[in-house]
């Protein structure tokens, strides 16, 4: 079986990482990280897109063996990227971030008026895994994310209070927003809202 590679930031290609085109159907050549009803989640350059996969060293390393730093992972992400479609495609041929949902979710957050956030001006994609923290509710520790599915996020630092951050997790159908510190320490639901 040959195995394929999200033509935008690299990650080996599965069933349930596909992204999806304008009508819903599945992409075979972009990851739901990167393509999202049918455009892709963040207009990068090739260098912007290699800085935001650097993060992702440590999965790189543990699922190759190796043990890159980051900048030694950036230079592997320079010289692969450029044999990648989004990257060889003339820029006004690509399908920019222009999803209608992720332009009104921006919209629904700014309009909370929640006190310390800045204003969002972009959101991407990412897995409930990476962004489903644990909250103390009623004495219980619960996590309120699907593990498993894909959400509109970012992470903002609190303009009032540094070292805490407030992190953004939205669907079709919710707007969640929580504050926390460093690594997570101390997560606070700070609104968990119906759309």
Partial sequence: ????????????????LLGTNADGSKNEEYCIYCYKDGAFTG???MEEMVEFCSQYVDEYNKNTGESLNRE?????????YPSLKRWQLPADQLPHATSPIKQKLIEEINALGINGLPEINNL?????????MEYEINGNKVK??????????NQVERLDS?????????DEHHIFVSEYGKDGVDAE?????RR
Avoid: H
């Fill in 72 to 80: 030694e992972y950036k230079n592997v992400l320079r010289q692969f």
């Fill in 144 to 153: 309120l994310l699907d593990e498993n599915a894909t959400y509109w996020c």
């Fill in 189 to 193: 639901i700070v609104i968990l809202k």
């Fill in 1 to 16: 079986m040959e195995l394929k590679f999200c033509q935008s930031c690299g990650m080996p290609l599965t069933d349930e």
């Fill in 162 to 170: 540094p070292g805490r951050c407030f992190g953004i997790a939205c």
């Fill in 124 to 132: 991407f994609v990412l897995q409930g895994s990476y962004v489903n």
């Fill in 43 to 45: 207009d990068f350059t």
